[in-house]
């Protein structure tokens, strides 16, 4: 069973920039579909951005494409979340995720489709 811990979280001014990484150990995440989500107060988890097993393949919510980039360093067990130009609408418990569904390709944005998550890192940017 893979174990996933979230780091690099922070408070930051807006404009600035974050870079979220997820280590992973117990299993190698070589062959799982990789998702970062977050959470706001008082509202649902939401789908933030996804990559497939080779990382040739990846999704991202409208509300951050262009500002945020996933990448994952299958040598070092890892993925990450580069977040630059970050907005007060960004503050968030930030997760990552990890799928092993075939189903993955045509429900990436739903939770449901993830069967392990780590504990999460808190996100705060101030205007």
């Known amino acids: 069973q893979v174990q996933l811990v979230e780091s690099g979280g922070g408070l930051v001014q807006a404009g600035g920039s974050l870079r979220l990484s997820c280590t992973a150990s117990?299993?190698?995440?070589?062959?799982?579909?990789m998702g970062w989500f977050r959470q706001a107060p008082g509202k649902e988890r939401e789908f933030v951005a996804g990559i497939s097993e080779s990382g040739h393949i990846t999704y991202y919510a409208d509300s951050v494409r262009g500002r945020f980039t996933i990448i994952r360093d299958n040598a070092k067990n890892a993925v990450h979340l580069q977040m630059n130009n970050l907005q007060t609408e960004d503050t968030a418990v930030f997760y990552c995720?990890?799928?092993?569904?075939?189903?993955?390709?045509?429900?990436?944005?739903?939770?449901?489709?993830?069967?392990?998550w780590g504990q999460g890192t808190q996100v705060t940017v101030s205007s």
């Open positions: 117990g299993r190698t995440l070589r062959n799982l579909k």
């Open positions: 995720a990890a799928a092993s569904s075939f189903a993955w390709r045509e429900r990436y944005s739903s939770p449901a489709q993830y069967n392990t």
